[in-house]
């Protein structure tokens, strides 16, 4: 859920700055409802007290491990930091979108750039950091649990991480992934948004000055008026073409702050780059990532062969057999080539967009009004409800994405390649999933399920829980590779999703150009 939480701060940020106002903020430095002042510090009170709430349940949390030696108290705390962030998020998006805290922290600070919502979503974030340095003891307590069982098997001692480095690490691998890409979007959007408004100020002065519109800006500026609908599409189409290249180009930078290294050499790197080869998916390359044996997990970064990285993390090539570790690249190549990424990315557009249309609809129907000539906050309750139905479209497409990679993968060992380290073993391909295939793959789960610590019951909202994932692995065995019900489920979510896109570009377009100049 941390994803979703970021995406909701996000989110309100975006509807503050296109112009929604807060319904309950007044005019000036005085606040409405709740002054600027009052909104300075009681926020990030509140944000302090959820913190607080963590640390307390971490550190009973612990004790319980250590008196009781069983795992089961972590649920109680998974349950915990998940409710602190949704709740921190919430009050973040109310505090900007009814409250007015983003013009709070204007109020001190200016309309800078990137600087004055980096302040307001400031709370937000330090309260997700406290959560790992407040579970860095019981993170701790785990890893020393299984130092003998790794001198046993024979695998990597890892020095044990600081608490400092913890805490980076995390904010490192789980933060920026997301926050680098918003913020590389806040700055550009921020100069678009900057460039057009100075046009229109120019211009204005040249009118009112009696002169010919002779600067860059000027003529920008004139251009805009005498086009009134035009230039608005042109606007949004700079706007999502610039997100597009920064969604594009985000790994190459992410693969930069994250500690990776390239995986080129060896047998193992060979069977993944064939496997590669084997579906035609391009890479611009696979890294080893460096997490000091805290992280057992496999990753894609970029939606293009230029920039997409395959990541496979060190502590999974300690822990898992060769086999496995094809398993787990094998579901990551099926991400590839499901183009399991940009269809997520659509769905939350669909599903938000889908879901506003349909409000205004039933409001045109039942009220004879639209949403725009709704009250404020009438307005924000149909915005926060439109994205909280975007988000729970887009948990269960994702956990229908990640059946299908399942699939894949094991579709792949049914094909081309055997699932064992020995190279030499008979095989020929099958036209049905085979039980090899579906074993291999149910092992790879089980075991990184164990090297984490997850219960295979815990469910999670973009993944599900590991037995449900090796109960539908296991009912794939023997059926035709080419009629298996997960891919025909996904065929009919992404036609879904791709009516709904449509429909929310059409209606945006619409509305755009249909707009009444200056409104």
């Known amino acids: ?89 919430m009050l973040t998006a109310a505090g900007v979108c009814l409250l007015g805290y983003l013009d709070a922290v204007r109020w001190v600070v200016g309309d800078v750039i990137l600087i004055d919502e980096g302040l307001t979503a400031l709370p937000f974030l330090l309260l997700v950091v406290a959560g790992w340095w407040s579970t860095y ?22 020095p044990p991480p600081t608490r400092a480095g913890f805490v980076w690490g995390h904010v490192r691998h789980q933060l920026l992934i997301l926050l680098l890409p918003m913020a590389m979007m806040a700055v550009l959007w921020g100069s678009v948004e900057g460039v057009v408004h100075k046009a229109h100020d120019r211009f204005r002065a040249a009118v009112l000055s009696g002169l010919e519109p002779d600067g860059v800006l000027e003529r ?72 000091g044996g805290t992280m057992i997990n496999g990753a894609v970064l970029g939606v293009l062969g230029r920039a997409r990285y395959i990541l496979l993390t060190d502590g999974l090539l300690d822990v898992l057999p060769n086999h496995a ?51 404020e906050t009438a307005q924000l309750a149909v915005c926060a409800a439109a994205f909280g139905g ?26 081309h390649t055997p699932p064992t380290d020995d190279p030499e073993a008979p095989w020929t391909p099958s036209p049905t999933v085979t039980r090899p295939a579906v074993a291999s793959m149910c092992a790879a789960l089980e075991i990184v399920a164990e090297a984490n610590n997850l219960p295979r019951s815990r469910f999670t909202f973009r993944h599900g829980s590991i037995a449900t994932r090796v109960a539908r692995l296991r009912a794939l065995e023997g059926q035709p590779l080419n009629a298996l ?35």
């Open 1 to 89: 859920m941390l994803y979703a939480c970021l995406i909701a701060v996000f989110a309100s940020l975006v509807l503050r700055s296109t112009g929604l106002r807060p319904p309950l903020a007044g005019p000036g430095g005085e606040g409405g409802f709740i002054g600027y002042g009052t909104l300075l510090w009681l926020i990030p009170t509140l944000h302090a007290v959820l913190a607080a709430v963590v640390h307390l349940t971490a550190r009973r949390t612990l004790s319980a491990i250590e008196r009781t030696n069983s795992l089961r108290p972590t649920e109680t705390l998974d349950a915990v930091v998940a409710s602190a962030r949704v709740a921190a998020a």
């Open 325 to 375: 570790v094809q398993a787990v690249m094998a579901h990551e190549i099926g991400h590839v080539r499901c183009r399991h990424v940009p269809w997520l990315t659509a769905t939350l557009l669909a599903a938000s967009g889908t879901a506003l249309f349909a409000a205004d609809a039933a409001l045109r129907l039942a009220l004879g009004t639209d949403l725009d000539h709704l009250p």
């Open 485 to 519: 019900r997960v891919d025909a489920v996904s065929r009919w979510l992404k036609r879904a999703v791709l009516a709904g896109c449509v429909l929310v570009v059409a209606t945006a377009v619409y509305s755009i150009a249909t707009a009444v100049p200056g409104r």
């Open 220 to 291: 920008l500026g004139a251009w805009m008026h005498a086009h009134p609908t035009q230039w608005p599409l042109v606007y949004y189409a700079i706007k999502l073409c610039a997100m597009a290249v920064i969604i594009a180009s985000a790994p190459l930078v992410i693969r930069r702050v994250w500690d990776t290294t390239p995986l080129r050499e060896g047998s193992i790197a060979e069977g993944l780059l064939r496997m590669c080869r084997q579906q035609g998916v391009k890479v611009r390359d696979l890294l080893v990532w460096r997490t």
């Open 390 to 415: 975007a988000v729970a479209a887009f948990g269960y497409v994702s956990r229908r994405f990640e059946w299908q990679a399942d699939a894949f993968a094991a579709k792949h060992f049914s094909v």
């Open 137 to 158: 003891p019981i993170e701790k307590l785990l890893r020393d649990s299984t130092f003998i069982r790794d001198l046993d098997d024979g695998r990597p001692i890892y």
